[in-house]
Each structure stands twice: as structure tokens, then as C-alpha cells.
């Protein structure tokens, strides 16, 4: 089982719809959870930083943790086609490390 | 600020020769991280640096690749002698601590004939 399990895709949407990408990990100590977005040829930006578990909200994205299932979420509201782009997780503080494991990343397609 | 600058953008080259990827890190930073980009294997931390000192190689493949920071400013990346297989997108990325939204650059299209 890899330590972190990201769906890769692709997932197909009109424009405004909601989006939901997730992403899944094994590793009980981690504390720091991230959502980049990568556009193609493009490298990975940061989109959202959260610590433990909870809610963070910036503008039409929610990031969400629940450390209790070991599930965590980036909800994209109203989305655009500009939103189209290939998202990883990444989460860190586990076995005293703080250096980042990647997700594989999910394919989201935003469709006029 | 001009962000993480990598250079070749693109690299295509025959196997067997030697190539060198080159990055420069955001100023301040103290955190230098190299990663490749596969398909199948996604994203995958090759080799990362704490002020200019190499802290893991662990995810080096073979001894083919070597990784150098001479400067606060400056890392390479070489692959000698090169194999199709080594064919990725490598990425450079700077943090001022260790993992804690990392900044990455654009990238080299590494390809091997």
C-alpha cells in the first residue's frame, strides 16, 4: 500500500459544477496536508496549506482533513475552465520528517 | 521575485552522453529539493539539500546521477552516462523550511534516445 492514495483520473465536469478531490494516507503521524495544482508543462504550485485536522477555506477552494479516517478533501467551488489542471496532495510530519510525500495526482477537466 | 529558474527547459540527447540539469533557487531560501516526474511513478524526491549540504540521497536511482550545490544560488543535477529510462520531467523546488509549501520551478523535458 502506498502512503498516500490519490485517484488519478481523469475527472470530467461542466463549468460551475462542485468538485471534490481527495486523497487518502496510511501514515497516522502526518500533520501538514497541502493541495498543489499543476498546470501541463507546468511545475507544481501551492494552492492550499493546512495543519491537522479541519476546515480551511481561500476564496472558491475548502481544503478539509479528518486525521480520524485519514481522508483528506479540496472542494472547488463554481468551477472554471481555468481550474482545469492535474492537483496533488501532499502531506508531511510523519516519522519526524517533515519533507512532503506527493500524491500522484488527479486529472481534473473543467468543460465549457 | 523571478521565482525558481531551471535550465534546459528541454533536453534531448542520445544515450550514453552526459547531462546536466541546472537550478536556481529563490533567494533565501534554505531548503533545495530535486525531484523527477513520471507517469507511472509520478511525482519522486530524488535528492534534497539543507544549506547547501546534501541531507538525503536516498531517492538517487544509481550512481549515474550526482547532485551538487556549490552555492546558496546554484544546484546541478547530472546524469553520466544517460539511458532512455532516465526520460522524465525533473523539477527543482526551494522552501524556507523543510517541507512547508515548496516553491518549484518549471521544469527540464528530459528525453533520451
Known sequence: QKEVEQDPGPLSVPEGAIVSLNCTYSN???????????YSRKGPELLMYT???GNKE????????????KYISLFIRDSQPSDSATYLCAMSGGRGSYIPTFGRGTSLIVHP | DAGVIQSPRHEVTEMGQEVTLRCKP???????????????????????????VPIDDSGMPEDRFSAKMPNASFSTLKIQPSEPRDSAVYFCASSFNSGQGQH?????????L
Open chain 2, 104 to 112: 518549484f520551478g518549471d521544469g527540464t523535458r528530459l528525453s533520451i
Open chain 1, 58 to 69: 481561500d476564496g472558491r477552494f475548502t481544503a478539509q482533513v479528518d486525521k480520524s479516517s
Open chain 1, 51 to 53: 495543519y491537522s485536522s
Open chain 1, 28 to 38: 497516522s503521524a502526518f500533520q501538514y496536508f497541502m493541495w498543489y495544482r499543476q
Open chain 2, 26 to 52: 529563490i533567494s533565501g531560501h534554505d531548503y533545495l529539493f530535486w525531484y523527477r516526474q513520471t507517469m507511472m511513478r509520478g511525482l519522486e524526491l530524488l535528492i534534497y539539500f539543507n544549506n547547501n
